[in-house]
């Protein structure tokens, strides 16, 4: 039995969700069924498309208009449907990543390709996890971690150089870790050794707060004697609090 052929499914439309108003039908796209993002239009029937969507039916399908079914030659919208689109107000589409930036169609696009909640995926390929770009880790590069970049870059280094430069890269690595463990030590070190009078002088504060409080109580609660079948404590003296005479039960 042959393998059936993966095909992969693009949404290249807005989610109508996004719009602060009702976006009228003649902008949704017959291909995605979403609001046409980057629009363009079919010169026969005049109908509009995401430029993306209809670029990949074209190739997939066929040349033609999926509604007119006519040769498909594709222009840009004419001036009246292009003023209505770009006067269209949305919501940023990473909204649900905790993004809260509203604006029209041409600031949108410019937003969104520095917006701060857009989800990455990492570019190592052996790696799985997404995170929001205001989370990057390594600004120069769509991973999530320093172990991701070494193996990606090595990913990228395999089948197209020789031997000598992947040792040499790995080399690199290891010296690299070597000085970050050794910096991390010296600073754990530094840490411990400027810590030792702080905590010397907080013990020292504690242990004379409980001292003071033990001679507070030691007053109040001490043994007695005595003193012809009665038990008696100190009260004679002037520096005691609460002595009394207690009778032998």
């Known amino acids: 039995m042959k393998g059936k052929k993966r095909v992969e499914f693009v949404i290249y439309g807005l989610h109508p969700a996004l719009f602060c108003s009702e976006v009228d039908n003649y902008f949704i796209c017959p291909i995605c069924y979403f609001v046409a993002s980057d629009p363009v239009s079919c010169k026969s029937c005049e109908q509009i498309f995401c430029e993306g969507c209809i670029d990949r039916y074209s190739k997939i399908k066929e040349n ?36 809260r930036f509203e604006g029209g169609i041409k600031e949108m696009h410019e937003h969104k390709a520095i917006c701060d909640f857009k989800k990455i995926n990492c570019s190592n390929p052996i790696c799985a996890h997404n995170f929001l770009a205001k989370d990057k880790p390594i600004p120069e590069a769509d991973v999530c971690s320093m172990q991701c970049l ?67 109580i030691k007053w109040h609660i001490h043994p007695g004697k005595y003193v012809n079948e009665v038990w008696t404590c100190c009260q004679d003296k002037k520096d005691t609090i609460g002595c009394s005479l207690l009778q032998r039960l």
């Open 64 to 99: 033609k208009c999926r509604i007119c079914k006519i040769d498909l030659e594709i222009t840009p919208l004419r001036k009246f449907p292009r003023k209505v689109y770009e006067s269209f107000f949305l919501y940023c589409p990473n909204f649900n990543y905790g993004c």
């Open 150 to 216: 070494e193996t990606f870059e090595i990913s990228e280094i395999l089948g197209k150089t020789g031997r000598v430069e992947v040792s040499k890269y790995f080399w690199k690595c290891l010296q690299n870790h070597r000085i970050k463990y050794e910096e991390s030590l010296e600073k754990e070190y530094l840490d411990a050794t400027s810590g030792k009078g702080t905590l010397k002088t907080e013990l020292e504060a504690e242990l004379k707060e409980l001292e003071d409080k033990f001679e507070e």
